[in-house]
């Protein structure tokens, strides 16, 4: 089976899920949509719901990948932002069916690789044990992950750009200090 197949059916999937609920979507739409068989279609999936986890878990890839130009944290968060808004209507359909826990997987998936970064950059010439970085980064990435899903619960409303600048204001407004009250301390 060719790579064509297996992109039609996402594409296909993903045009579908811009227009209604997860819960709604079935093979057979998505088969006579590409014009090929339900035999194909499982070449590639065992269902809709295996689909969907091939779709984020390529998308939280591509992300990780591209990590690392931006030089600032709001810059790295408007990046990641954007990539929800490309799927914004996907991403709504999905948080409101049965499988909302995928955006939560996504999103725990994609932050603590920028998250990671900030926080190491704010601990040099600072003396820390690594498990005291990672409680830091996890803070972090439940912080922006909770506040990220409760965005998308509200309906992701356009204002965008304000709230990724609240979550990196409070992220570089407190991560030195978080950095800080964890430093080894030399006797």
């Known amino acids: 089976m060719s790579k064509f197949t297996q992109q039609a059916i996402i ?64 810059d790295e968060c408007v990046r990641a932002f954007d990539v929800m808004m490309k799927y914004k209507n996907a991403l709504l359909h999905i948080y ?46 439940y912080a922006v992950t909770g506040c990220t899903i409760e965005w998308i619960r509200s309906g992701m409303p356009e204002e965008r750009e304000e709230f990724v600048k609240k979550i990196a204001d409070i992220f570089e407004a407190t991560v030195s200090d978080a950095v800080k009250a964890f430093e080894i301390k030399k006797n």
């Open 96 to 141: 409101n069916s049965r499988s909302r826990s995928v955006i939560e997987k996504y999103l725990m998936a994609v932050t603590p690789n920028f998250i990671r970064r900030f926080v190491t950059l704010n601990s040099e010439n600072i003396e820390i044990n690594e498990k005291n970085i990672i409680f830091i980064c996890d803070f972090y990435k």
């Open 11 to 74: 594409d296909t999937f993903l045009k579908m899920l811009a227009c209604k609920s997860l819960d709604k979507i079935t093979v057979k739409e998505i088969v006579n949509e590409c014009g090929i068989n339900r035999n194909t279609f499982y070449y590639y999936y065992k269902d809709i719901y295996d689909l969907l986890e091939d779709v984020v878990s390529t998308e939280s890839k591509k992300v990780i990948e591209e990590d690392g130009n931006s030089k600032t944290f709001y």
